[in-house]
């Protein structure tokens, strides 16, 4: 009687793991289907709520006193909520009743910052992940240069960005954004648009709108405008609203915003 040899394993013979990745040839009818979904890096400005007060009660009589007067003035804008002032509270967030009390002003909590291991992790829990470190600012670049044709020499020469500059006004509804570097707007910001800048921000027209200076963190960054009238004014996420008067030396006049002590200072411009 005749055996049938064993079976013997094989190993098989190497693949480019490249040509794995080659599709066959379709036939005639086949039917090429587009991907359902890409994913992609991108960066978008936020605005920051800093939370200061763990009482919900309290956060929302003080939300509501200052923003009960425009409710649309957010219009479901994004926002991301920073614990540091709470860092070192004994006792638990109760993340569903902040979120709570921001969407009832048109705000939408999607990442919190600032908080220690436990309101992180509870934050977490509550449908709010982390926010992402802020990118560090770009190193210098340094060039070798030759001296005298007989050493060389190291200088440091800062990476430029440049600037972006808008020449049509803004209508509610637009934005522009100035990503690493300042913006210039030549034309009016109207009421409902909003222009942001991880630099400066300047308007040289009415400023009616939403203007964001520093919206990477920069303390140094500031605002200036030819005409002072905005909906909302921020540099590094300190904002201030309609809902408290301007000084009456920069209503509606030249001047420039700035950052001191984590207070923003409104100072007129001699044009």
């Given at each position: 009687?005749s055996r049938?040899?064993p079976l013997?394993?094989?190993?098989a ?18 039917t090429?289907t587009p991907?359902?979904?890409?994913l992609?890096?991108t960066s978008l400005?936020?605005v920051t ?16 006193r ?7 003035f957010?219009?479901?804008d ?19 009743d902040?979120?709570?009390a921001?969407?009832a002003?048109?705000m939408?909590p999607v990442m ?6 436990q ?5 977490l829990e ?6 992402p ?9 340094t ?8 050493r ?5 020469v800062?990476v430029q960005?440049?600037?972006l ?5 803004l209508?509610s ?5 100035a990503?690493?570097g300042?913006l210039?707007?030549h034309?009016a910001v109207?009421?409902?648009a909003?222009?942001?800048a991880?630099?400066h921000?300047?308007v ?5 709108g939403k203007a964001?200076?520093?919206s990477?963190?920069?303390?140094d960054a500031?605002i200036?405008?030819?005409c002072?009238?905005?909906e909302l004014?921020?540099?590094a996420?300190?904002y201030?609203t309609?809902e ?8 509606g ?5 700035r950052l ?6 409104m ?5």
């Amino acid at each position: 009687m005749s055996r049938t040899p064993p079976l013997q394993a094989r190993h098989a013979d190497p693949v480019n793991s490249a040509a794995l990745r080659v599709p066959a040839p379709l036939a005639a009818d086949s039917t090429v289907t587009p991907f359902a979904f890409e994913l992609k890096d991108t960066s978008l400005p936020l605005v920051t709520v800093v939370l200061h007060q763990a009482d919900v009660a309290v956060l929302a009589e003080e939300l509501q006193r200052k923003l009960g007067d425009t409710p649309n003035f957010f219009g479901d804008d994004p926002v991301v909520v920073d614990l540091a002032p709470l860092r070192e509270a004994e006792q638990p967030l109760a993340f569903a009743d902040i979120t709570a009390a921001l969407r009832a002003h048109r705000m939408r909590p999607v990442m919190v910052t600032g908080g220690n291991a436990q309101q992180m992790a509870d934050a977490l829990e509550a449908g709010l992940p982390a926010a992402p470190e802020p990118a560090p600012p770009p190193k210098p670049r340094t060039i070798e240069v030759e001296r005298e044709v007989i050493r060389e020499v190291v200088r440091e020469v800062p990476v430029q960005v440049p600037t972006l500059v808008v020449d049509k006004p803004l209508r509610s509804g637009q934005q522009a954004y100035a990503k690493g570097g300042d913006l210039v707007v030549h034309a009016a910001v109207n009421a409902g648009a909003e222009v942001l800048a991880d630099g400066h921000v300047h308007v040289y027209g009415p400023l009616r709108g939403k203007a964001i200076a520093g919206s990477r963190g920069n303390t140094d960054a500031r605002i200036f405008t030819t005409c002072l009238e905005p909906e909302l004014i921020a540099i590094a996420g300190v904002y201030r609203t309609t809902e408290t008067p301007l000084p009456k030396d920069v209503a509606g006049k030249p001047a420039q915003v700035r950052l001191v002590d984590g207070v923003l200072v409104m100072t007129p411009l001699k044009l």
